[in-house]
């Protein structure tokens, strides 16, 4: 099947780290995505890794890709206000297509 | 970097009318755009995919007949949502990837349907 599975709500104190975990069921996916939406928003592109990576790390986020699991996660360091929203990863399951298959999504509570 | 962009951002209109989405590529050529359905606290699905020039591919379960998708140039398509019932209220986003990467897709704003 081509589920993308994520826990629904998140909730953390400014400051801290926050980790958002998504497992995903093909293990073909040569891209995995994260994005960011906030409300009644499109879509931000936050990070991307290629599939033979491990970890990505950009600034504040890091990525890391266990692809043995199929599991795919977001560390969001010193966690602020601002990244309250829900967050998506992504996968292309086909190769060679753009379609994407998304995450049932993660809200992301960040507490003053 | 590239811009995707819709009209309207929102919309309501009666039940039985049609109402038209347009998906604009800014800056960039794209022969081919995604359109997505988002309902209240769920996921993207995709319903088709708008090929410049020729006919849109659907995804399972959706209508073709009832979505209508035109991409007409290289940076327009529509969703044309035919004879709208509440059960159509729902966020429509589009998106274009950049021409030539499968790594880079631009999404747009989203449009927010609602149907009385």
């Known amino acids: ?21 998504c497992t995903y069921t093909d293990s073909s996916s040569t891209y995995l995505y994260w994005y960011k939406q906030e409300p009644g928003a499109g879509l931000q592109l936050l990070t991307y890794i290629f599939s033979n990576m491990d970890m990505k790390q950009d600034q504040r986020l890091t990525v890391l890709l266990n ?31 753009y379609k994407y298959i998304f995450g049932t999504g993660t809200r992301l509570k960040v507490l003053a | 970097g590239a811009v995707v962009s819709q009209h309207p951002s929102w919309v309501i209109c009666k039940s039985g009318t049609s109402v038209k989405i347009e998906c604009r590529s800014l800056d960039f050529q794209a022969t081919t755009m995604f359109w997505y359905r988002q309902f209240p606290k769920q996921s993207l699905m995709l319903m088709a995919t708008s090929n410049e020039g020729s006919k849109a591919t659907y995804e399972q379960g959706v209508e073709k007949d009832k979505f209508l998708i035109n991409h007409a140039s290289l940076t327009l398509s529509t969703l044309t949502v035919t004879s709208a019932h509440p059960e159509d209220s729902s966020f429509y986003i589009c998106s274009a990837p950049a021409r030539g990467r499968v790594d880079e897709q631009f999404f747009g704003p989203g449009t927010r349907l609602t149907v009385l």
Do not use: M
């Not at chain 1, 099947?1 to 975990?21: P, T």
């Not at chain 1, 010193?78 to 060679?96: K, L, M, N, R, V």
């Open chain 1, 1 to 21: 099947g081509e589920d993308v599975e994520q826990s629904l709500f998140l909730s953390v104190r400014e400051g801290d780290s926050s980790v958002i975990n």
């Open chain 1, 67 to 97: 692809k043995k699991d199929k599991h795919l996660s977001l560390r969001i360091a010193d966690t602020q206000t601002g990244d309250s929203a829900i967050y998506f990863c992504a996968e292309i399951p086909t190769s060679g297509t």
